[in-house]
């Protein structure tokens, strides 16, 4: 059974910075996807980020420059770096798993694993 936990939410004021990590087992990363995605409150939870094995990468418009998806093979973990927050970057953030990989990659019913999320709150 995949199991994904996510850490290092907080918060921050406008312009900040944070760091999120997801540290995964039970799951192989082999030809899926591994992404970040973010629900705010009464909004629908839309994808952030998502890298592949290969280590090609997509961004939503909205962080494009300012988030940056890794991942730690090794580790099993992957990571968001998130610099120049905005207070619209506050949401719960989701580390999750895909089995497939393909262009609707920012759609949440893509992804077959989560973990249980992490808040960032950004204020102006």
């Known amino acids: 059974q995949a199991r994904l936990v996510e850490s290092g939410g907080g918060s921050v004021q406008a312009g900040g910075s944070l760091t999120l990590s997801c540290s995964f087992s039970g799951y192989k990363f082999s030809s899926g996807c591994m992404g970040w995605l973010r629900q705010a409150p009464g909004k629908e939870r839309e994808g952030v980020a998502t890298?592949?094995?290969?280590?090609?990468?997509r961004y939503a418009d909205s962080v494009r420059g300012r988030f940056t998806i890794s991942v730690d093979n090794a580790k099993n973990s992957i990571g968001l770096q998130m610099i120049n927050l905005q207070p619209e970057d506050t949401a719960m953030y989701y580390c999750?798993?895909?089995?497939?990989?393909?262009?609707?990659?920012?759609?949440?019913?893509?992804?077959?694993?989560w973990g249980q999320g992490t808040q960032v709150t950004v204020s102006s």
């Open positions: 890298i592949i094995r290969d280590g090609t990468t």
């Open positions: 999750a798993a895909g089995r497939l990989y393909g262009g609707s990659w920012y759609l949440a019913e893509k992804y077959n694993y």
